[in-house]
């Protein structure tokens, strides 16, 4: 728990030297490319099944990796009558999936991560043999073959196992080719659409000022998009139409105050602009020790009794001073922290005091717990 508290105290403490920097710089110049993406723009999911051979007796035994193992050897030209025949461990069923990215044209490569299905052990040494890669309507949009990069080992022997990383997903880099190309389409005949990477209405606002000003006519139609006029003499070039709205710099405004809190790990990120109403907080705890000892019961001489174990528990119960702070309205960042250490609070502690902050609405941020 101190190891956690120190970390927690580190956090908030580089957040702490960063407010004053933060609150003298109100917003931060950024390009257009880097907070907005083009509507239609976008990346394409494509799955297949396939097999893994040339595996060290560290496949799997599925029924259905036999199965699939004499259908693909029928399609070579192989004659086998029974699928029992094709010996186990050596194969493995996986699936296969990738990320094909916008304008990808036929011929290009992409990496391919290659997943086991059934139980098999490890997929370390083996080669995915070609597998097709459709996208969610059907279609053939890539095919996968290649030796699978694992990144790990593991080993078993006399009933024990050890492994340095998880051995059953492996990569195969630029093992899948694009066999069609990728059609994205870039607006419609007079304009475009601008989605922001992370919606928000003032920023949407600003960046179709600064388009309206320095190029073409802008509208922000949401707080996550802007339709953009593509001016005439643009309208048969657009990638350069496109390049100068990419590198137009706009005033980004500062985020929503934010307090995010991971509970598995006990760390808490309070952003600067997280303020508080009037409040009143107090701290305090019970600590339950619980300890269980083993005895034995020996009956008495003659009593014709059994000797048995028996578990006894010593319980001890330690309650702490409690303590109660007052915090004033629109205290700030430093202000908070300052005073949940005052009060000596650990990391469970603060999220739990923040939690309580939020519901009662004396905390004016977003809280999120991942």
Known sequence: MLKKLISTTLIIAALLFNTSVSDAISEQVVRIKDITHIKGVRENQVVGYGLVVGLQNTGDNSRHTQM??????????????????????????????????????????????????????????????????????GEIVAVAQGPLSVGGASAKAGGSSSRTSVTTTGRVPNGAIVERDIISAIGDETSLTLLLDKADYTLAAQVADVINKNVTEAIAVDGGSIRVTIPQRYRTDRIAFISILENIRVNA???????IINERTGTVVIGADAKLMPAAVAHGGITVNIQAFNDVSQPAPFSQGQTVGVTNAQIEIEKKEGSLIEMKANSTLGELVNA?????????????????????GSLQADLQII
């Open 253 to 259: 405004p500062r985020e929503k105050a934010k307090v």
């Open 68 to 137: 699939t193992s004499q259908q693909m050897l029928q399609n070579l030209g192989t004659v086998i009558d029974q699928s029992n025949y094709i010996q186990k461990g050596a194969t493995a069923a996986v699936i296969v999936t990738a990320t094909i990215p916008p304008f990808a044209k036929n011929g290009d490569r992409v990496d391919v991560t290659v997943s086991a299905m059934a139980d098999a052990k490890s997929l370390q040494g083996g080669v995915l043999v070609q597998t097709q890669l459709r996208a969610p309507n």
């Open 340 to 360: 949940l250490n005052s009060i000596g609070v650990t990391p469970t502690d603060l999220i739990a005091i923040l939690q309580a902050l939020r519901m009662s």
